[in-house]
């Protein structure tokens, strides 16, 4: 049976692989979802001796089947070089008792580069496999690290502009430095004034607007997204969980066939979303571990079945979690009401126009192998010192997040199942709230600064992407209000 894709919202139209990737976001608004998950085909014993590129090639071969396998090892191999500090390109830490898998190690520090390194080549790929003469548009929104890494990834490009929106409070300085001193003539860079959603709303609808597409069209633009929104964004997430547990299985952790738990601190769901996908390929998974901040929209809807972003929205420490609509979760959604379109449908609309959705008991039943949780500020906070000092080990806030929700859930349960944690981000991105968790004489120091205090508090080097960063010429300085995004747009486009 070939796999095709098709639109959580009913578009009754199944498309290639090359064709949902280019596309983004089908043209009902939904998201493409697989019309079957594949599965892992081989013993794990055959598997555990590849190395990182050699399984992303297996697994992603499986997902796009329309693609040459020599073009996708092509785009594989250029992803996955040099560009990343580890040769195991996921490292796999042991440390308090969890495996903390390390996603930071590429030109961004954070865990979007595991799929914004592949996705522009992928891209380029499909654009060529469907005979697309248009220049493609990146219009993405981001909560701190999506845009650096798409930024980066589509850098000079050929054929490829990128246009990224964030939330100007909403980010942590390391972010927005490494956001607005972005070179390359095809990267465009805007604040605009409300956060994250309002960011990811914009962006939604400047996609649904089937006019304003149309114009673009004529004017040789065609529309595409970097968020995990994207199906080409959301599978090369797959593969780094499939990695961490082969890692396990060669260094005699774990027996091929064990179950682990997989920890995910998350935000718009996409991470986690790829976790349980892994699963429905056939990693053995006992539960899916979904560690929320204050902003816990997504610890309530897994605990009560009821959807509500009617709350006041929290900036934190951990702000590539400041979420309170979860985009990815529609995927989720789909599976748990048998791809239903209709029932996406009516929950969307709900979403949309009372601000809150509740999914039906059969649906709650498909929720049992999550497990939500969340972590104050303060609990953030103290996750991080309280590792530092036992074992010298520094996370960031968001991994704090999913390691303080792991502490908590061994101890309701009383689960000793192997875990790993998805470790999303460098200490080093987040410097000022890293070092005040550790001491807070560090407080009133700006965060370049603290860079050279992080480093001398693990041990290691300031990463190569953050050196200097703080004398780096900032080249994009624009910013607008939310109902000026698509003028915003237009203007970057000449149209």
Do not use: W
Request: proline share 4%; charged share 25%.
């Amino acid at each position: 049976m070939d796999l095709l894709y098709k639109s959580t919202r009913g578009d009754k139209r199944s498309v290639s692989s090359a064709e949902a990737v280019v596309r983004g976001i089908a043209p009902d608004g939904g998201l493409y979802v697989p019309s079957v998950v594949p599965l892992l085909d081989k013993p794990f014993d055959k598997l555990v001796d590849m190395d990182y590129r050699e399984l992303a090639a297996y697994i992603m071969a499986k997902f796009f089947i329309d693609f040459p396998r020599d073009i996708l090892t092509e785009c594989i191999n250029n992803a996955y070089d040099s560009k990343y500090d580890d040769s195991r390109i996921v490292p796999v830490i042991e440390k308090a008792e969890a495996y903390f898998i390390e996603l930071f190690h590429g030109p961004t520090l954070a865990f979007k580069d595991m799929a914004l390194t592949f996705l522009p080549h992928l891209l380029k790929a499909a654009s060529r496999i469907m005979d697309i003469d248009k220049e493609i548009v990146i219009l993405t929104a981001t909560s701190g690290d999506t845009g650096k890494a798409a930024l980066e990834g589509f850098s000079g490009i050929e054929g490829t502009r990128i246009i990224v929106f964030y939330p100007k409070n909403g980010v942590s300085m390391v972010q927005e430095r490494q956001m607005t001193t972005q070179e390359g003539n095809n990267t465009h860079v805007i604040a605009i004034e409300g956060n994250f959603d309002d960011a990811q709303k914009g962006v939604k609808a400047i996609f649904g607007d089937k006019e304003y597409g149309d114009k673009l069209a004529g004017k040789g633009y065609i529309f595409s997204s970097a968020n995990s929104i994207n199906i080409g964004r959301l599978v090369p997430q797959i593969v780094y969980y499939v990695f961490s547990y082969l890692d396990l299985i060669k260094r005699s952790k774990i027996t091929a066939g064990e179950n682990i738990n997989i920890v995910v601190p998350t935000g718009n769901f996409g991470n986690i979303l790829a976790a349980y996908y892994s699963k429905k390929m056939g990693l053995p998974v006992n539960k899916l571990i979904c560690a929320s901040n204050i902003n816990n929209v997504l610890y309530d809807f897994i605990n009560t079945g009821i959807y509500d972003r009617k709350r006041k929205f929290i900036v934190t420490s951990s702000p590539a979690m400041d979420i309170l609509v979860s985009s990815n979760l529609e995927r989720l959604l789909y599976d748990l009401a048998g791809e239903d379109a209709k029932v996406i449908d009516r929950l969307t609309g709900e979403l949309a126009d009372k601000g809150e959705f509740e999914i039906t008991d059969e649906m709650k039943q498909g929720l049992s192998g999550f497990y939500g949780g969340f972590a104050t500020e303060e609990e953030t906070f103290s996750t991080i010192k309280d590792l530092y000092m036992k074992s010298g080990y520094l996370i960031d806030t968001h991994t704090s997040v999913g390691y303080t929700v792991y502490k908590k859930y061994v101890k309701d349960t009383a689960d000793n199942t192997p875990a790993v944690i998805a470790s999303t981000a460098s200490p080093f991105k987040f410097p000022g709230s890293v070092a005040e968790a550790i001491d807070e004489k560090y407080m009133d120091m700006d965060e370049f600064s603290l860079l050279e205090v992080l480093s001398g508090m693990s041990g290691i080097k300031i990463p190569g992407p953050l050196l200097g960063i703080e004398d780096k010429k900032v080249i994009h300085n624009k910013s607008c209000a939310i109902e000026e995004m698509k003028d915003v747009v237009s203007t970057i486009l000449g149209i």
